[in-house]
């Protein structure tokens, strides 16, 4: 059991969508997690590889904000084996590639747009996200 | 200045994250095990972050250009087509296989957990994997034209 967190998670939402709006506003780029990240790893150009950089350093951050603010390590919690962490991020990474976006890009920022691709690419990997999880705790695991 | 702003948007971005609950793989599961520990947490997480992006969208893209560049950046794909909907998928699975999606496990590096940085990278491994199938299947019609 996890605790129900509703005040917490939408505050969390709150940030997240007031990036979202500062990093289109300010610098034109859609807030997508895979996005930054592929452009990181594969740069294009030079001058297109800075931002990214911090902006993840400043992702990355957080975790040390938080315990300087609250005095308590963030939770991660993982009830999944190593083998599922390892298989789970190599069809993470190459799904996000083709579906061109992850939960970030199209769930948050492409909706916030009335995006059609946005629109079914979250639908899509929601409900498939909650068939894996039936299936694993209920058929398989149950 | 630039990479000080972009800085702290990532930071504003983590902190989302981290209070929202989705750096942590136990309340992702459980927000997509509906039919035994279900969390609805993450509902909350997408409802505010889609809200204030939806509403803040409206009055940054109106404008010609970002304060700070010189053009949106914002994809012109409109086809809903198979690597989407078959990638979408992937994703859907990997992510309800690990508890991690990109946005959540990025921040969560930061608390220096073994099962992030390995979640991590594997992804960057199948998104480089991914990257140099779609470019060879791209030159590869590309040099069947030129013969």
Same mark, same amino acid.
């Given at each position: 059991?996890?605790?129900?967190?509703?005040?917490?998670?939408?505050?969390?939402?709150?940030?997240?969508?007031?990036?979202?709006?500062?990093?289109?506003?300010?610098?034109? @780029?859609?807030?997508?997690?895979?996005?930054?990240?592929?452009?990181?790893?594969?740069?294009?150009?030079?001058?297109?590889?800075?931002? @990214?950089?911090?902006?993840?350093?400043?992702?990355?951050?957080?975790?040390?904000?938080?315990?300087?603010?609250? =005095?308590?390590?963030?939770?991660?919690?993982?009830?999944?084996?190593?083998?599922?962490?390892?298989?789970?991020?190599?069809?993470?990474?190459?799904?996000?590639?083709?579906?061109?976006?992850?939960?970030?890009?199209?769930?948050?920022?492409?909706?916030?747009?009335?995006?059609? @691709?946005?629109?079914?690419?979250?639908?899509?990997?929601?409900?498939?996200?909650?068939?894996?999880?039936?299936?694993? @705790?209920?058929?398989? =695991?149950? | 200045?630039?990479?000080?702003? !972009?800085?702290?948007?990532?930071?504003?971005? #983590?902190? #989302?994250?981290?209070?929202?609950?989705?750096?942590?793989?136990?309340?992702? /599961?459980?927000?997509?095990?509906?039919?035994?520990? %279900?969390?609805?947490?993450?509902?909350?997480?997408?409802?505010?972050?889609?809200?204030? !992006?939806?509403?803040?969208?409206?009055?940054?893209?109106?404008?010609?250009?970002?304060? /700070?560049?010189?053009?949106?950046?914002?994809?012109?794909?409109?086809?809903?087509?198979?690597?989407?909907?078959?990638?979408?998928?992937?994703?859907? /699975?990997? %992510?309800?296989?690990?508890?991690?999606?990109?946005?959540?496990?990025?921040?969560?590096?930061? !608390?220096?957990?073994?099962?992030?940085?390995?979640?991590?990278?594997?992804?960057?491994?199948?998104?480089?994997?991914?990257?140099?199938?779609?470019?060879?299947?791209?030159?590869?019609?590309?040099?069947?034209?030129?013969?």
């Amino acid at each position: 059991m996890t605790e129900f967190t509703p005040w917490m998670s939408l505050f969390g939402g709150v940030l997240i969508g007031t990036a979202s709006v500062l990093l289109m506003g300010l610098f034109g @780029r859609v807030m997508g997690a895979t996005g930054i990240l592929a452009g990181f790893v594969m740069p294009q150009s030079a001058g297109d590889w800075g931002w @990214r950089a911090t902006l993840l350093a400043g992702m990355m951050t957080a975790p040390a904000l938080y315990w300087i603010i609250s =005095g308590d390590a963030v939770a991660v919690d993982v009830p999944v084996s190593t083998a599922a962490m390892i298989i789970g991020g190599l069809i993470v990474g190459a799904g996000v590639t083709y579906g061109g976006g992850c939960t970030s890009g199209h769930g948050v920022c492409g909706i916030a747009r009335l995006s059609p @691709r946005s629109i079914v690419a979250t639908v899509v990997f929601m409900a498939v996200a909650v068939a894996t999880v039936y299936v694993t @705790r209920h058929v398989v =695991g149950g | 200045m630039r990479f000080v702003l !972009t800085y702290l948007i990532g930071l504003i971005f #983590g902190m #989302g994250i981290v209070l929202g609950g989705m750096a942590n793989p136990a309340k992702v /599961l459980n927000f997509f095990d509906v039919a035994g520990t %279900w969390d609805p947490s993450l509902a909350f997480v997408m409802g505010g972050a889609l809200g204030v !992006t939806a509403l803040g969208y409206r009055f940054v893209l109106r404008r010609a250009s970002p304060r /700070l560049a010189e053009v949106f950046h914002l994809p012109a794909l409109r086809q809903i087509d198979v690597p989407l909907v078959a990638g979408s998928a992937a994703f859907g /699975l990997g %992510w309800g296989l690990a508890g991690f999606c990109p946005g959540g496990a990025l921040p969560a590096i930061g !608390t220096g957990d073994p099962a992030v940085l390995i979640f991590t990278a594997a992804m960057v491994a199948g998104i480089l994997a991914a990257r140099a199938v779609q470019a060879r299947q791209v030159t590869r019609p590309a040099r069947e034209a030129a013969q």
